[in-house]
């Protein structure tokens, strides 16, 4: 049955049509603009990631703060010390807390964060033992251990970067310290996060122990052979252990 036409559906009309036309041109112009950033077939994207995040930058605060703490060690402020060192450990627990609550995990974290950790820790072996507070041998057990560790992530490293999408650049010094190109992960093994806990206790009572006189001498005999025994476990469990570094597929 023919419907009548108003005026009113005769002043519409017009609009309408150019509003169908408009919409179609519009959806014409989305399909030419996605014609024009799809990539072509084998187009090789080289991967890299954000690496300026929160826990990042406090993670390379805790590497800054560690000689300052040796310095304060050697000149005997030893309370100075032992407040910036219990600010490294909040820290510490911090940058974890937000990574994993924001999701913003990243794998140069996964390495630096460690790092940090061992940065800190060798700074205060060699000035603590230097001083007397904390016996050399021990000190020597954990510095090894430690250098083995560093000497093992510069391989690992070398051996997981990707090649570059660019043939004509190669695996460049620059490239082999960008930390925004992802190659391995690190994961802790159980024993290391135990040991790496007890040594932060040893190095933070044995601070305690020049300025407040506690613990005992007995309790902190304990502890160093505590750490020594766990240090030359958590070194074997990297060896040992097939999960503690996982290369990248590329």
Do not use: C
């Not at 036309?21 to 991967?47: D, Y």
């Not at 507070?133 to 251990?145: D, E, K, N, Q």
């Amino acid at each position: 049955m023919p419907v009548k036409m108003t005026r009113l559906h005769t002043f519409l009309l017009p609009i309408q049509r150019t509003f169908v036309s408009t919409k179609s041109n519009s959806n014409k112009e989305e399909q030419k603009q996605e014609k024009k950033f799809k990539l072509p077939t084998g187009t090789k994207i080289e991967l890299r990631e954000n690496i300026y995040t929160i826990p990042n930058l406090l993670t390379f605060g805790r590497l800054l703060a560690a000689p300052y703490i040796g310095y304060l060690i050697l000149e005997h402020d030893y309370s100075l010390a032992l407040g910036l060192f219990a600010l490294a450990g909040f820290t510490d627990m911090l940058d974890g807390y937000i990574a994993r609550r924001y999701n913003m995990k990243t794998l140069l974290g996964t390495i630096i964060d460690p790092a940090a950790d061992k940065m800190l820790m060798t700074v205060m072996t060699i000035t603590l033992a230097m001083e007397g507070v904390i016996p050399v041998p021990l000190a020597t057990i954990i510095l090894g251990r430690d250098l083995g560790l560093v000497m093992s992530a510069f391989y690992y490293r070398y051996i997981s970067l990707p090649e570059p999408v660019n043939e004509h650049i190669r695996k460049t010094i620059a490239r082999y310290f960008d930390g925004s190109i992802p190659s391995a992960e690190v994961k802790p093994t159980r024993i290391s996060k135990i040991n790496t806990a007890l040594q932060l206790l040893l190095m933070g009572l044995s601070l305690t122990t020049v300025t407040m006189g506690v613990p005992p001498a007995e309790a902190m005999t304990a502890l160093q052979w505590a750490v020594g025994g766990t240090t030359v476990w958590s070194g074997a469990s990297y060896i040992f252990s097939k999960d503690a570094v996982r290369i990248l597929k590329k």
